[in-house]
């Protein structure tokens, strides 16, 4: 990448740093001058030090090619701002656009993250996949560990959303990559040890989630938007609730309730998933808690929002959440036709873990109308998926769930004997 000396200059002006304040321990003063100066070259690994030290894009000390040429930083601080309004449509559209053109190596890679990060936003994990891992590949080409740990953080949350096994571990190696650099933003640390407790909880690992949660809180201190603190206290609130607190987890999924709410209206339809995902986790706790009448109120809003914001992704979750609360007031037709129609969504979007419950929660509704060879069938087609996707703590709840269900079973049998 060519560079302009004087950018750098002026940049580390305009920041009140001085010479030994930009070198810190990474550099020396003599060559953080000798860049300034234009007198040698640098790498691409010490731009990142000086621009992350600086604030700035190492982007922004390029040299557009010719005079009616793009300045490529403002293109990916331009896709960076459009990332975090949640404006995902059109980070797809400049991204697109910047993908098609003859611009410079970084640049690209710069695009192919952030629409990686997009299309994980949006619901499409295939596509957001592939785009995050050419983004790490160019970076680790290009001599940028810093996004290349970034761009390997979609890799896992795009495996997250496939529900791939592989996410926790492609997770830990992203943070592992961006806590052995300097400097760090706190900001970037704290959504990717967020993302880390969110891929563990969806394995079950409810101990090591809520460590990270608390990691994240503590790392992103004031930072923090509300975005980022509501999906924490979601987090959080759900930990709580799996390991036996439940009123503090009722607390704690209403007041990320609260922080989506304040900022919900303002976001694109195709961001608007946040709210309903707590909605249908808030009920969820509340129907289990004895308040089925408002926990159906939160269903009926998660699955609302979910289409008018035309996000499929979701709706097997709030459906089968429907459906419990139906099948717990014994409208066992109206819940079985609900989850049906979970299972054929969850099918056609491979969401394995919905495709799971669905299975468990048709094989007790067999077992209630005493249509045990139909409950067994259900029951072992739930355990045959989750074998399949490697969820171990999810089979386990399974397992135990059906263990229950012929215990039950067994109990009867002596008593019918008995009172015939």
């Known amino acids: 990448m060519t560079i302009d000396p004087d950018l750098v200059r002026q940049a580390r002006l305009k920041a009140g740093l001085s010479l030994a304040q930009v070198a810190g321990s990474d550099l020396s003063r003599q060559a953080v001058h000798l860049i300034e100066t234009g007198k040698v070259r640098p790498s691409m690994r010490s731009l990142q030090i000086i621009a992350r030290r600086l604030g700035v894009s190492a982007l922004s000390f390029q040299v557009a090619m010719d005079a009616g040429a793009e300045v490529p930083h403002r293109r990916a601080a331009e896709l960076e701002r459009l990332c975090e309004r949640q404006r995902y449509d059109e980070v797809r559209e400049l991204a697109g656009h910047l993908l098609e053109q003859d611009t410079s190596t970084y640049l690209i890679a710069f695009a192919h993250m952030y629409l990686g990060r997009a299309l994980v936003h949006l619901g499409r994990p295939d596509e957001a996949l592939t785009h995050a891992q050419q983004a790490r590949r160019l970076f680790e080409g290009e001599d940028d560990p810093w996004s290349a740990a970034e761009a390997r953080e979609w890799e896992a949350a795009a495996l997250f959303l496939k529900q791939d096994a592989r996410a926790v571990a492609v997770g830990e190696d992203a943070l592992a990559r961006y806590r052995a650099l300097e400097p760090r933003r706190p900001e970037v640390e704290a959504r990717m040890v967020e993302h880390l407790a969110t891929f563990l909880l969806q394995r079950s690992d409810y101990v090591r989630a809520e460590h990270c949660y608390q990691q994240a809180l503590q790392v992103g201190g004031p930072v923090l938007d509300l975005a980022r603190l509501g999906r924490i206290y979601h987090g959080l609130g759900h930990c709580y609730h799996c390991l036996g607190d439940a009123r503090r987890g009722i607390e704690l999924l209403s007041r990320a309730v609260a922080l989506y709410a304040v900022e919900n209206d303002l976001r694109p339809a195709p961001a608007r998933i946040e709210l309903p995902r707590v909605e249908n986790d808030l009920g969820w706790m509340l129907l289990h808690s004895g308040q089925a009448e408002r926990a159906e109120e939160l269903f009926q809003s998660a ?66 109308r005493q249509e045990h060879h139909l409950a067994d069938e259900r029951f072992r087609e739930a355990l045959a998926i989750l074998d399949a996707a490697g969820m171990t703590g999810a089979r386990a709840e399974c397992q135990a769930a059906y263990q229950r269900l012929l215990d039950a079973r067994a109990d009867v049998v002596p008593l019918e004997r008995s009172a015939g």
């Open 303 to 368: 699955l609302r929002r979910l289409q008018e914001a035309g996000a499929e992704r979701l709706q097997s979750h709030v459906l089968l959440s429907l459906a419990e609360a139906r099948q717990g007031r014994g409208q066992l037709d109206d819940a079985a036709e609900l989850i049906e129609r979970a299972l054929e969504l969850a099918e056609r979007l491979d969401e394995r873990k919905a495709m799971a419950s669905a299975h468990r929660q048709l094989g007790e509704i067999h077992e209630v």
